[in-house]
């Protein structure tokens, strides 16, 4: 039976970018996305409505020769929940492989908290039975500018440490690479990383040069770093996730760089300023 694909996230931006690639590769697939209204119109492919957190829904959405991609929920206290949800309404219809996007480093104590999260999903996976692969990307390079205050200043507790930001387009290439041919890539996890580690005075700089204003970066303490945070009304673990973001760069968590995009795509990982000026 020729494999079928199926891609979550498909409204968003990085599971639109793997469901435009597939398509582009005249590849059928079905999109499970939570609002078919919103899911990308594309040859080939068939938007279904399927939340993380309804069971049913994906069981019926999906077929046992699905290859799936299943992009992380956004950030929610159940997030876990909703993807073992997923992952066991996946392992029920009886798929053929599951590729998840985890993060870099995804561990049970990784000082950047929803790397934690991205762990546990990746054991429930693992538990499973069904074939996998994970992508764990580091920081998305395309995210770079939302870290910029509205006053040019970008604020963190990071110190001088570094991350390996990596761009949802290189992101995009891998994926489809390993769902084009999953069992080379079965039980796998590739941490798929930029070309270089940026510290963030760099990353400023280079936000600065893209956008012609002036940026720079200003760290802070991490006591600095709640208070200023505190003020937008944030819970506990919105607070923790967005924080460690910071303190994962300042003690080198993120600073590693791998050569898995160009083992995966044969073409060299993006620099940042490309990333911006695309
Ligand atoms: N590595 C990083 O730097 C970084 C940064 C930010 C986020 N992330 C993670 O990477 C993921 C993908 O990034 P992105 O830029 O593509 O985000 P995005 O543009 O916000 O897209 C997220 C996609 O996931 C879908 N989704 C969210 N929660 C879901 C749920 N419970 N059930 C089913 N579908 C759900 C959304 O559907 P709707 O259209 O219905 O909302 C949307 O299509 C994010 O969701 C987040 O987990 C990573």
Redesign the pocket.
């Known amino acids: 039976m020729a494999p079928t694909y199926a891609v ?9 970018r793997i469901a435009r690639r597939l398509a582009a590769a005249g590849l059928p697939q079905t999109l ?4 078919p209204a ?1 899911a990308p119109e594309l040859p080939g492919a068939t938007a279904v409505s ?4 309804d069971p049913d829904a994906v069981v019926r959405a999906l077929r046992p020769t699905d290859v799936v991609l299943m ?5 929610t206290p159940d997030r876990v929940q ?1 993807h073992r949800t ?1 992952i066991d309404a996946a392992a029920a219809a009886g798929v053929a492989h599951l590729v998840y ?1 985890s ?1 870099y480093g995804a561990a049970p104590d990784a000082t950047f908290t929803l790397a934690r999260d991205h762990w546990h999903t990746e054991e429930h996976l693992r538990a499973s039975g069904l074939p996998f692969t994970f992508l764990r ?4 390079a395309d ?1 770079m500018p939302a870290l910029v205050g509205e006053d040019g200043v970008i604020r963190g507790p990071a110190g001088d440490g570094r991350a390996a930001v990596v761009a ?1 387009d290189d992101i995009a290439d891998a994926a489809v690479a390993v769902l084009r041919d999953p069992t080379a890539h079965a039980g796998r996890a590739y941490e798929l990383t930029g070309p270089e580690a940026l510290g963030l005075d760099k990353v400023a700089a280079t936000v600065a040069a893209v956008t012609g204003r002036p940026v720079s970066y200003v760290p802070e303490t991490v006591e600095e770093a709640y208070a200023s945070r505190r003020a937008h009304g944030a819970p506990d673990w919105q607070l923790d996730a967005w924080v460690s973001t910071y303190t994962a760069i300042a003690d080198g968590s993120l600073a590693g760089v791998t050569t898995a995009i160009e083992d995966l795509t044969g073409h060299p990982a993006t620099p940042l300023e490309q990333v911006l000026r695309t």
Request: proline fraction near 0%; charge should be neutral; aromatic fraction near 16%.
């Open positions: 979550t996230g498909a409204s968003g931006r990085l599971g639109g499970l996305v939570r609002n919103r399927a939340s993380y957190d992009v992380s929920a956004s950030e909703q997923f996007i993060f990307d580091n920081l998305y995210f949802q």
